[in-house]
């Protein structure tokens, strides 16, 4: 066979090797990442019933927040029909938190490692360390509530202040977006809770592989969140009271329909039951049983999700 030409041979070493000391640049990759670049920047989520850049909805969520911090509990009370400390209570209960010492014989119970996300105002991390201490004797178990909201932090650090908990040792607070936690180990943590806030995250499954990530192999991912009414006269009467009365009452009592307008909506935008079960799984989560529980006939659900035994990432 004829040897290659020599002209052929230096052409080609002429376009596939750059000058020395300059970069080889590839023209048609620049423009793929260059469209793909632009493909994020487009890229849309909702606000309530509103469409917006994925880049501008912590802000609006975070002005949302900012303007009900001081008045949380009105808000929920509103939203539940007054009935959320109850499901908070009865969440707390079906977690069982803490580690009774005297089922440790061999060596002392170092407590349970918790992270409770979007959880500012400290409503459920309270609850969680009292259920430890007084029905588990448990005083080692440690809370760190993590909410990308400084002034719902900061709401919860003024409440805690009322708490046995302050300066305790037991209970801290972090400002962190749930979708990115790098701050906290992979396989650190025990129990991961979220009460009423992923349906405020803007990359819900990429807080959920995050909750998957913290966790320890056998640890709990636990939701509590409104959800779908599963009767149909009941989901009537309540999405009546919910965008006909709760706006108007938000008005009047914290002169903010804006905010209370957007919390109605993001219930109703929030997935169903099942469709929420499925994105825990997708995020490698076991589930136990059919994954929620309902209560108050779906106004409200508990979803859990069991980090396998096998699993370190």
Not at 182 to 202: H, K, Q, W
Not at 211 to 220: I, S, W, Y
Not at 246 to 271: M, T
């Amino acid at each position: 066979m004829a040897s290659r030409p020599i002209w052929r041979t230096l052409t080609a070493r002429s376009i596939r090797t750059p000058p020395t000391g300059q970069t080889y640049r590839c023209f048609s990759c620049s423009l793929r990442h260059a469209q793909e670049q632009a493909k994020q920047n487009d890229r849309t989520t909702h606000f309530g019933f509103e469409t917006v850049p994925e880049s501008a909805k912590e802000s609006k969520v975070g002005a949302v927040f900012s303007s009900v911090a001081s008045s949380y509990d009105t808000m929920n009370d509103l939203m539940s029909l007054g009935i959320h400390r109850l499901w908070k209570d009865k969440f707390v209960r079906s977690l069982n938190p803490g580690s009774d010492p005297s089922l440790y014989t061999s060596q002392p119970s170092q407590g349970w490692n918790i992270l409770d996300i979007a959880g500012g105002t400290g409503d459920i991390a309270f609850r969680i360390l009292d259920h430890a201490t007084t029905i588990n004797n448990d005083h080692q178990t440690r809370v760190t509530v993590a909410d990308i909201n400084p002034d719902m932090l900061a709401e919860g650090r003024k409440r805690s202040l009322e708490t046995q908990y302050a300066n305790s040792g037991r209970l801290s607070f972090m400002e962190a977006n749930a979708e990115t936690l790098p701050m906290i180990e992979s396989n650190s943590t025990d129990l991961y809770t979220v009460a009423f806030g992923i349906r405020n995250f803007t990359n819900k499954q990429a807080a959920l592989h995050e909750a998957f990530r913290v966790l320890r192999p056998g640890g709990v991912f636990a939701c509590l969140e409104f959800s779908k009414v599963n009767n149909s006269l009941f989901d009537a009467v309540y999405k009546r009271w919910s965008f006909g009365a709760i706006p108007l009452i938000g008005q009047l009592v914290a002169g903010d329909r804006g905010s209370y307008q957007y919390l109605v909506e993001s219930i109703e935008r929030f997935p169903t039951q099942a469709e929420f079960r499925g994105m825990i799984e997708e995020a490698g989560f076991l589930i136990p049983g059919k994954g929620w529980e309902d209560l108050t006939g779906g106004i409200a659900a508990i979803h859990k999700g069991v980090k396998p035994l096998d699993k370190r990432r």
